[in-house]
């Protein structure tokens, strides 16, 4: 089980996972062209994907889900919610479910999570194959504890650090903006995402992805200085960009 990231920022998002013979793609927030660009890179292509699933309707994750489900007849797994939005018509196939549910999509075990988010129907995905649990968080403005419940023991995670708050609060956003991201639907700052970090289990945790990260009102540092208010070292975490995402990650 492995998984790499075509991308992760505000101007777009796309996970790729593969486990055994399947391969799915978690949001799709770029034009069909560029992301054919980026798998590329990491070495898949298009008719490898066996499915797209979808967190929510926000244009940096769905952008560009319905273009690439339809030109190469990729099935796509959404909430009834998210589908309702339109945001994704057009696609090949559509399969709606209910938050909480748990899907099979060949070999991986995927179980969708309710989140806060100003969203119609928002969720993250916990995926499962071998006894292998990879956590993907991102876009949620508020941990609760059915969130840590759902993540405490996964054995990779990528998850959002999006903003510093005092450089939200002093940065170039508009108030409503400000507001809006740094509120209980929002994104999850740095300190958030430390507290969570402090919640689960990482006695088992390989992999810790740092992702969503906001090119304006987030630093390196300043995400590192929250990751190591909890872990003893940074050995271990990749820090996932909007340039490049991050390469192939194996979990088992």
Not at 36 to 44: E, F, H, N, T, Y
Not at 234 to 247: K, N
């Amino acid at each position: 089980m492995q998984f790499a990231s075509l991308g992760s920022g505000s101007k777009g998002n796309a996970t790729l996972v593969r486990a055994g013979d399947t391969l799915v793609m978690i949001d799709c927030g770029f034009s069909v062209r560029e992301t054919l660009r980026r798998m590329a890179r990491l070495g898949v292509e298009p008719g490898q994907l066996d499915a797209i699933l979808v967190t929510h309707e926000h244009s940096d994750h769905c952008g560009g889900v319905a273009a690439l489900s339809s030109r190469f007849r990729i099935p796509v797994y959404l909430t009834h919610g998210t589908r309702r939005t339109g945001r994704c018509d057009g696609s090949f196939e559509l399969r709606p479910f209910n938050c909480e549910d748990t899907l099979g999509i060949g070999c991986l075990t995927v179980k969708a999570v309710a989140v806060p988010h100003d969203a119609a129907e928002p969720c993250q995905y916990r995926l499962s194959w071998a006894g292998h649990t990879l956590g993907i968080l991102t876009d949620l403005g508020s941990v609760t504890p059915h969130v840590v419940d759902n993540f405490r023991t996964c054995h990779s995670l990528l998850l959002e650090f999006n903003h510093d708050l005092p450089m939200l609060l002093d940065g170039p956003y508009p108030p409503h903006l400000k507001r809006r991201v740094g509120g209980d639907f929002g994104h999850l700052n740095n300190q958030q995402a430390a507290e969570l970090l402090r919640r689960i289990d990482r006695a088992h945790l390989r992999h810790l992805v740092v992702g969503h990260i906001s090119e304006k009102n987030n630093s390196l540092e300043r995400a590192q200085d929250a990751l190591l208010s909890v872990l003893d070292s940074l050995d271990g975490v990749t820090f996932a960009c909007q340039a490049d995402g991050f390469d192939w990650l194996q979990l088992a």
